[in-house]
């Protein structure tokens, strides 16, 4: 079973040591521009590892990513008519091609 992850932004002052944050957790992307580093860390260890990443001498701030709290799932969410309709003609299309038929327009 794969281990549950949650993501972080640690912002840096400096991006030469933000590859010393590599011993926390996977690094996703390191940011030059805006200083900052995207991570991943165990979730079981979450409140112990932002404590301990943010006292460190070159980190700023750190914040938790809220993205595995925001739904995927949509109760109310309204088929589209356009797309059901090209749907309907493509499997109209493929069925007069199986029966040996030509393309109907």
Known sequence: MRERRVGLAVYVKNIKVARNLR???NIHYISRRLNY???????????ETIERISRLDFVTKV?????????????????DKAKEFDYKMEESQILSIARGGAIER
């Open 63 to 79: 914040e938790k990513s809220y993205r595995h709290e925001i739904p995927v799932h949509y109760d109310n969410a309204k088929p």
């Open 37 to 47: 580093v995207s991570m991943y860390i165990a979730a079981d260890t979450l409140e």
């Open 23 to 25: 011993k926390f957790g």
